[in-house]
Nanobody, 124 residues
Framework: QVQLVESGGGLVQAGASLRLSCAAS????????IAWFRQAPGKEREFVAV????????YYADSVKGRFSITRDNAKNTVYLQMNSLKPEDTADYYC?????????????????WGQGTQVTVSS
């Protein structure tokens, strides 16, 4: 079992930055891929970014490429999502998820463990 806890959400103005954290416990993540998804009210859950723990390979949704950055801290067993140049359309609940297969996957059904989410609101 892997437990994931997100933090770092909040209310910011357009153009601001936030850094989300996803702290993992229960197992080492060396064989996992960790992703961020988001879900806006009335919309489906949407892939944002993913990182493979062992190699550090990353992949981003086109909508966030160049603005968001996903990184990991091995010592803290934590994945971060640095979000810059935030836009109102980035407003959503953000979730981190872990995939035991450690592939670069954008389908939420591929992920085995989920956190409870953290809310991000970007005002115009």
């Amino acid at each position: 079992q892997v437990q994931l806890v997100e933090s770092g959400g909040g209310l910011v103005q357009a153009g601001a930055s936030l850094r989300l954290s996803c702290a993992a416990s229960g197992r080492t993540l060396s064989n996992y891929a960790i992703a961020w998804f988001r879900q806006a009210p009335g919309k489906e859950r949407e892939f944002v970014a993913v990182i493979t723990w062992s190699s550090g390979n990353t992949y981003y949704a086109d909508s966030v490429k160049g603005r968001f950055s996903i990184t990991r801290d091995n010592a803290k067993n934590t994945v971060y999502l640095q979000m810059n140049s935030l836009k109102p359309e980035d407003t959503a609940d953000y979730y981190c998820a872990a995939d035991r297969a450690a592939f670069i996957a954008t389908d939420p059904n591929e992920y085995d463990y989920w956190g409870q989410g953290t809310q991000v609101t970007v005002s115009s």
